[in-house]
């Protein structure tokens, strides 16, 4: 698997945890981040129980737009990283064009998408570029890049919250 801009890591060591992972890269480009990363997982895996596994995480400093895996992976994870990135859409056909083994699955999660009126103000709150797309413009980025069973919904909405954005799509 692939933790495609790993921030400090928390969703790597969640999927290493995984009695079916058999490994993850999580990847950054942010070197500040890759260092929190190794050292929050220096202090999860000794915490662990002794009959809790984890499958061994790589963190690696590297632009997700560009970078390459050694090996075509099952599962490729935007954890709050698509929007960033300066193409998604160019982004999204790389990941499916040289990341994934056929069968394989992306999932994003997004909180900036056009549904979502709290997200409209971050971009300038935090000078950063964001792309806030529409539910129906991800679900057909989804598509264009040649990826299957497109499926898309909000998780934890509450109250003005319109929830997190859930697209996911397999490679054919």
Same mark, same amino acid.
């Given at each position: 698997?692939?933790?495609?801009?790993?921030?400090?890591?928390?969703?790597?060591?969640?999927?290493?945890?995984?009695?079916?992972?058999?490994?993850?890269?999580?990847?950054?480009?942010?070197?500040?981040?890759?260092?929190?990363?190794?050292?929050?997982?220096?202090?999860?895996?000794?915490?662990?129980?002794?009959?809790?596994?984890?499958?061994?995480?790589?963190?690696?400093?590297?632009?997700?737009?560009?970078?390459?895996?050694?090996?075509?992976?099952?599962?490729?994870?935007?954890?709050?990283?698509?929007?960033?990135?300066?193409?998604?859409?160019?982004?999204?056909?790389?990941?499916?064009?040289?990341?994934?083994?056929?069968?394989?699955?992306?999932?994003? =999660?997004?909180?900036?998408?056009?549904?979502?009126?709290? =997200?409209?103000?971050?971009?300038?709150?935090?000078?950063?570029?964001?792309?806030?797309?529409?539910?129906?413009?991800?679900?057909?980025?989804?598509?264009?890049?040649?990826?299957?069973?497109?499926?898309?919904?909000?998780?934890?909405?509450?109250?003005?919250?319109?929830?997190?954005?859930?697209?996911?799509?397999?490679?054919?």
């Amino acid at each position: 698997a692939v933790d495609a801009g790993c921030g400090n890591g928390w969703a790597a060591r969640l999927m290493a945890q995984h009695e079916l992972c058999e490994g993850v890269t999580a990847v950054d480009g942010a070197a500040l981040m890759i260092e929190k990363a190794g050292q929050s997982h220096e202090r999860d895996v000794a915490g662990l129980a002794a009959d809790q596994g984890m499958a061994s995480i790589e963190y690696r400093v590297a632009d997700v737009e560009t970078w390459f895996p050694e090996e075509a992976v099952d599962v490729a994870l935007f954890g709050e990283t698509l929007y960033l990135l300066e193409d998604p859409e160019g982004s999204l056909q790389h990941v499916v064009n040289a990341w994934l083994k056929p069968g394989g699955r992306v999932v994003a =999660s997004l909180d900036c998408y056009r549904e979502n009126k709290l =997200s409209h103000t971050w971009e300038e709150d935090l000078g950063v570029q964001m792309h806030c797309y529409g539910e129906g413009d991800w679900q057909d980025m989804f598509k264009a890049a040649g990826l299957t069973d497109v499926q898309i919904w909000r998780a934890k909405a509450a109250g003005p919250w319109q929830g997190t954005l859930i697209v996911t799509g397999t490679k054919a």
